[in-house]
């Protein structure tokens, strides 16, 4: 009868206890929830900045820069910039800004990739699935396909290739037969920035002078219907300038052996790449290995060696009428 009265007697305590109960129960829920949330937001948060670490280091390599060249033009310390592309730091905005500043592309581009079609995310399948060497015969179709025409690429010829190779005493004596303008392309450099090219480098790095080289190539092309250009051996190492160029000029890839390169460039009475550098010789032959698989992308490949300038430009005009 008491256990009865009692119950009776504190119906509102029982309630409470049930409250109380159930109150824990949905903490204990809401905590567990925060928890998973929290942890989601940090496996984001850790996919996010690896995923900037890879674009910052894709978009190095796009542009030829080592992580050196990097971090002096962007004036960020080597480890530091290791880090951010290996993902294992988060970087300020001010960090971000100045290496895209350093990489010549848009903080916007660096942080999140553009938004593509589906054909484009289609085409983009398509072509991780081929090997590289097939990958570069599908680009190299596409820019003949999709590019100018041939014949209206053929009436601007562009030679590229390593200094010593001939490019220059070559292309003014082709520009000179075919009665063209001929253009160099780092005196048109030069002349768009009112300096030489020792002090481009010096005052903007590598960045500011690519941006330069291809301001003055997209130049070229809206100026000249047909000419002839040279173009520094090194605007291979930019993906985008070098396709321009494929795109809308016949290129011809001037090459020679090491050696010949570098006789020549020390016959002209400047010996600066033997100063201070004993393996002088051997760079320039990793350098012409390493830059092969870009100059072959050339139309025609013009072999300079051992060879007369007359000799060489008789090949040459053969080539582009051909």
Known sequence: MKQAFAALENPLRVHQTEITGLTKMQS???TEMLGAMRFFDEAADTEFIQSLGIRVRES???????????????NVSERYLAQVESGETNPSIMVL?????????????LLEPQQSSPEYRLI??????????RLEEALLRLMRDFGNEDASRRKRIALVGLRGAGKSTLGRALASELALPFVELNSAIEAE???????????????????????????????HESAVITVGGGIVSEAETFNLLLMNCFTVWVKATPEEHMSRVV?????????GNTEAMED???????????????DFTLDTTGRRPEDCLVQLHQAITT
């Open 124 to 133: 983009s399948r398509f072509l991780e699935q081929l090997s590289p060497n």
């Open 28 to 30: 204990t829920d809401k």
């Open 60 to 74: 190095r390599a796009r542009r030829g820069m080592s992580r050196k060249s990097l971090a002096q033009s962007s």
């Open 284 to 298: 320039m032959r990793r350098i012409l290995v390493a830059r092969e698989p870009l100059y072959s992308k050339a």
């Open 193 to 223: 920035a009112g300096m030489s090219l020792n002090e481009v480098f010096m005052l903007y790095g590598q960045p500011g002078f690519r941006r330069l080289e291809r301001r003055c190539l997209e130049s070229f092309i809206a100026q």
């Open 267 to 275: 016959a002209q009475g400047d010996f600066r790449p033997m100063e």
């Open 97 to 109: 800004r100045h290496v895209a500043h350093a990489l010549g592309i848009s903080l916007v581009e």
